[in-house]
């Protein structure tokens, strides 16, 4: 009875000073993630996730650039269990910095095709978007359209924007050219490329669509979800813009459209690495798929989950066949090439 009535004292003892019970332990019972990401239904996921395992998620959301310098900072000390992010030029960087660890799962390599993931299993892709041609559709007729490698005929001169040589999605686009058409192909198509640009690369993907119905340019190359995203603005001036333009989806009679994931691996040092494993399985998973992809206007990676109604409008496409990992395997070349062809 004594042992019995110290006992409960102790826990409680416990409970008073830590602030949680047996069984719900900080340590077990929640994992932290660093994220790129911050929408509000990306909580509801969450949220659902812990009412179904008992796990809370604790998010640290900041610019990817900085959440990796965070990790290599904090070293063994850091809290993440989790780092998201995207682009996989991106998340191979992270992986070349030895901030994540393998993992191998089942269920994420029924979930996630092999292209969209590490082949190690230091990371997994969990959305997708392509990188595509937006176009004025008074100054460019949908016949005038076909592939990345056009864009560098005579035809286009000054009428293209894009993004800057230091921006990870041209550094991505590029080191997929080098995967395809080789080191020297490739050079010569972003130096075809660059003659016809409109101007000096500048902004973001969104300034590229502004340029295009500003007349600046007549084309640009940027990435899909960013015409959701500006179709649903509190910005009138982007909703018009993204109302004007038309989407193209070049390559499909060749190599394919060029397209990147968002993903996330499980840290090096993560303390709860069985949990986090756990919310990439269900973030890969069916029931989450289709909402966690249309929080950024993306598309699912999972095969078994359709697109939301504004990207299934644009039609299927045929993406370009290419493990995605393979791109970190470029992308120092890609970077180099860029600033050598002048690609500012
Ligand atoms: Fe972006």
Redesign the pocket.
């Known amino acids: 009875m004594r042992k019995i009535s110290m006992l409960m004292v102790i826990s409680s003892t416990i409970i008073l000073l830590t602030g949680c019970q047996f069984g719900n332990d900080q340590n077990e019972e929640s994992i932290t993630l660093y994220s790129e990401r911050h929408y509000d239904t990306d909580q509801m996921l969450y949220d659902l996730f812990e009412e179904t395992y008992g796990i809370q998620v604790n998010v640290i959301s900041d610019e990817a650039d900085k959440l990796i310098s965070r990790l290599q900072n904090e070293g063994s000390d850091t809290e993440a269990d989790l780092l998201m992010i995207?682009d996989a030029g991106r998340l191979e960087r992270a992986k070349s910095l030895d901030l994540f660890q393998s993992v191998e799962s089942e269920i994420l390599n029924e979930q996630i095709p092999e292209s969209y993931r590490d082949e190690q299993g230091f990371w997994y892709g969990l959305t997708k978007r392509a990188r595509v041609f937006v176009y004025h559709p008074d100054r460019v007729q949908i016949s005038d359209l076909s592939t990345y490698e056009d864009l560098t005929h005579p035809k286009w001169k000054g009428r293209i924007v894009t993004r800057s040589a230091t921006n990870i999605?041209t550094q991505s686009l590029m080191a997929s050219m080098i995967a395809i058409k080789g080191e020297q192909e490739a050079r010569l198509w972003a130096e075809g490329l660059v003659a016809n640009f409109a101007r000096d690369p500048q902004g973001?993907?969104r300034d590229q669509a502004k340029a295009v119905v500003s007349g600046i340019a007549d084309l640009a190359i940027m990435?899909t979800?960013?015409i959701g995203r500006m179709l649903h603005s509190s910005d009138p001036y982007e909703v018009e813009v993204a109302q004007t333009i038309r989407i193209f989806f070049p390559n499909q009679d060749t190599t394919g459209t060029h397209v990147n994931v968002s993903g996330a691996g499980v840290t090096k040092y993560a303390k709860n690495k069985e949990n986090a494993m756990k919310l990439l399985e269900f973030l890969s998973s069916e029931v989450a798929q289709r909402a966690f992809a249309d929080a950024n206007f993306e598309y699912p990676v999972n095969p078994d989950v359709a697109p939301n109604a504004l990207l299934s409008s644009w039609g299927t496409f045929v993406a370009q066949d290419m493990i995605l990992s393979n791109l970190g395997i470029h992308s120092s070349k890609a970077t180099l090439i860029l600033n050598e062809i002048g690609w500012k």
């Open positions: 995207a999605y973001n993907d990435n979800y960013y």
